[in-house]
T-cell receptor, first 109, second 114 residues
Framework: DAKTTQPTSMDCAEGRAANLPCNHSTISGNEYVYWYRQIHSQGPQYIIHGLKNNETNEMASLIITEDRKSSTLILPHATLRDTAVYYCIVRATDDKIIFGKGTRLHILP | NAGVTQTPKFQVLKTGQSMTLQCAQDMNHNSMYWYRQDPGMGLRLIYYSASEGTTDKGEVPNGYNVSRLNKREFSLRLESAAPSQTSVYFC?????????????FGPGTRLLVL
């Protein structure tokens, strides 16, 4: 079973910041939080990952709560091309990586 | 670098036929994975290989076999295809099994079993 909980879908206006939440209350101390997205019919694309500090790259920012039980992916200026399913994943202790159902993000013009 | 490549892109099979899905990566990655994705669903792990010569079952291994032929190639075989195996199959690779390593995906193989 996936170790994360995400809303099924979200809407965001074009040009605004999209904030995608993820709960991972059973995360272990050495497990990372990863975010991927999947644009229709393509393979998933890596976005960002982090352990406990907030992270930022050219695509997004990742905010992890101090207790590490939840995180938020932030797309600072959403565009129509950001419409996709976004997956929050907690890295398992063995080599398996389990995807949940993700959040379907709709960017509205 | 081509990254992760998959062949074929599309395939139609009749129930009971067999086929092998091919996956190759040119990034010198140790770990490789096979996922399936049914319409409107998330990805489910079928099998993975943490290193050359090793394979392990994922969430939904029944009806599939895999071969890690060498470091570059990881194939998925359907011995007797069933309509329930109609899906999009994604292969992925990752440099090591260590934490903090990114997984890269191929473009997918769309399989229809009649």
């Amino acid at each position: 079973d996936a170790k994360t909980t995400q809303p099924t879908s979200m809407d965001c206006a074009e040009g605004r910041a999209a904030n995608l939440p993820c709960n991972h209350s059973t995360i272990s101390g050495n497990e990372y939080v990863y975010w991927y997205r999947q644009i229709h019919s393509q393979g998933p694309q890596y976005i960002i990952h982090g352990l406990k500090n907030n992270e930022t790259n050219e695509m997004a920012s990742l905010i992890i709560t101090e207790d590490r039980k939840s995180s938020t992916l932030i797309l600072p200026h959403a565009t129509l091309r950001d419409t996709a399913v976004y997956y929050c994943i907690v890295r398992a202790t063995d080599d398996k990586i389990i995807f949940g159902k993700g959040t379907r993000l709709h960017i509205l013009p | 670098n081509a990254g992760v490549t998959q062949t074929p892109k599309f395939q139609v099979l009749k129930t009971g036929q067999s086929m092998t899905l091919q996956c190759a990566q040119d990034m010198n990655h140790n770990s490789m994975y096979w996922y399936r994705q049914d319409p409107g669903m998330g990805l489910r792990l079928i099998y993975y290989s943490a290193s050359e010569g090793t394979t392990d079952k994922g969430e939904v291994p029944n009806g599939y076999n895999v071969s890690r032929l060498n470091k570059r190639e990881f194939s998925l075989r359907l011995e007797s295809a069933a309509p329930s195996q109609t899906s999009v199959y994604f292969c992925a690779s990752r440099r090591t099994s260590g934490l903090g390593e990114t997984q890269y995906f191929g473009p997918g193989t769309r399989l229809l079993v009649l």
